[in-house]
């Protein structure tokens, strides 16, 4: 954890609204935020993530708890937030996006830096895309949340066995999936 033995100055300055400790906050919570949203093909996970940091606002006098407490509440907003987001999209369908949006647009930074990027994230959601929702949840709130089993059991709803078992065999249809492609641990 970034925050460590600051992190209750950090909570006690961002309850009185200081800027300072908000973006200490978003340093240190963003990426794990963001990164879980893409992992779960959230669709726009910057502005999930802006709008999992605005609930955090608005309920931040509510949170009890340490540093730890406070990245899996985060999260469990994250999940939430994803949730709804995968519900509305279902209801209804997503826009498109005209040729003419697209050119006019301005042209990005390092093209071989983003494709590696692109190809290495699609290989990630491709190897995703052989487990289940509920493993897919399990191991990104693991790996990229940094939570323990019993912070995931909280914030899917799950109890702890419910939790291991669902990290073990997804860990394991990726190890098989990995072996067939040749990659060794």
Not at 66 to 89: C, M, P, T, Y
Not at 173 to 180: D, E, G, I, N, Q
Request: proline share 2%; aromatic share 4%; with cysteine.
């Amino acid at each position: 954890m970034a925050l460590g033995e600051s992190f209750h100055g950090v909570l006690c300055a961002a309850r009185a609204g200081q800027e300072w400790a908000w973006e200490a906050i978003y340093r240190d919570l963003s990426p794990a935020v963001a990164g879980y949203l893409r992992a779960k093909d959230g669709s726009e996970p910057d502005d999930l993530t802006a709008e999992v940091f605005l609930q955090l606002v608005r309920d931040i006098r509510r949170f009890e708890g340490g540093e730890s407490e406070f990245r899996a509440w985060a999260l469990k907003i994250a999940h939430n937030r994803l949730v709804d987001q995968h519900r509305r999209l279902r209801c209804r369908p997503t826009e498109t996006v005209l040729v003419e949006e697209i050119e006019a647009g301005e042209a990005g930074g390092n093209v071989e830096e983003e494709a590696l990027a692109i190809a290495s994230e699609n290989r990630v959601h491709q190897l995703l895309g052989h487990l289940t929702e509920d493993q897919q949840s399990v191991l990104l709130l693991r790996i990229v949340g940094d939570l323990t089993v019993a912070q995931v059991a909280t914030v899917l709803g799950r109890n702890r066995g419910a939790v291991k078992a669902l990290q073990r065999r997804g860990l394991a249809t990726l190890r098989r999936k990995l072996s067939k492609l040749g990659v060794t641990s």
